[in-house]
């Protein structure tokens, strides 16, 4: 069974601050992806990687990085936070084969005050 | 980029009515439309998927139909019970590309 986990599921913090968000699974997936969800824009994607120290952008990158040095984890860098980033934070991945699956993590509700 | 609307963004129904939800995509390339589920606080979960080589499919209660010529592909939920209430998203890929092009959802809400 497919798990996807991410490092918190509720994190409060202040503006200007460096945000760190983890995600880690277990079934050596080769692609990993960052998502935020905002209520009436579904799930926009921010970053995704295809392999290890690999990365591409997605649809809404600014403001963002990620690494990723292990192929288990990936984390989401937020480096200096602001209110507009205030948001649900969802982790998922799938396999290399084609139009695969992408399995969910728990996500991440970040308040950014 | 491939763009995903989604139809409606709520919809209401009682229980065991049925229930459609209906999302249109731009790329004529993309080949693979799963539908995924969300309850209240949990993760999304894939619940039910196409490819563009098939016109439907069924499992149990729920069902996908695919239209390639108008682009547009709809998820059918019959004899809906509460625990059908959810956020439901559709989405659509090309198979070259592994990332997944979202709707916006819908809240499907089920009264007793």
């Known amino acids: 069974d497919v798990k996807v986990t991410q490092s918190s599921r509720y994190l409060v913090k202040r503006t200007g601050e460096k945000v760190f968000l983890e995600c880690v699974q277990d079934?050596?997936?080769?692609?990993m992806f960052w998502y935020r969800q905002d209520p009436g824009l579904g799930l926009r994607l921010i970053y995704f990687?295809?392999?290890?120290?690999?990365?591409e952008k997605g649809d809404i990158p600014e403001g963002y990085s990620v690494s990723r040095e292990k192929k288990e984890r990936f984390s989401l860098i937020l480096e200096s936070a602001s209110t507009n980033q205030t948001s649900m934070y969802l982790c998922?991945?799938?396999?290399?084969?084609?139009?695969?699956?992408?399995?969910f993590g728990p996500g991440t509700r970040l308040t950014v005050l | 980029g491939e763009n995903v609307e989604q139809h409606p963004s709520t919809l209401s129904v009682q229980e065991g009515d049925s229930a459609v939800i209906k999302c249109t995509y731009s790329?004529?390339?993309?080949?693979?439309f799963p539908w995924y589920k969300q309850e209240l606080g949990k993760r999304p979960q894939l619940i039910i998927d196409?490819?563009?080589?098939?016109g439907e499919k069924k499992d149990q209660r729920i069902a996908v139909t695919l239209n390639k010529t108008a682009k547009h592909f709809s998820l059918h939920i019959t004899e809906t019970q509460p625990e059908d209430s959810a956020v439901y998203f559709c989405?659509?890929?090309?198979?070259?590309?592994?990332?997944?092009?979202f709707g916006a959802g819908t809240t499907v809400t089920v009264r007793a």
């Open positions: 998922a991945s799938s396999s290399n084969k084609i139009t695969d699956t992408q399995y």
């Open positions: 079934m050596d997936h080769e692609n």
């Open positions: 990687s295809y392999d290890v120290k690999m990365k």
């Open positions: 790329d004529s390339a993309s080949n693979y």
């Open positions: 196409i490819r563009s080589n098939v």
């Open positions: 989405a659509a890929s090309w198979s070259n590309d592994y990332k997944l092009s």
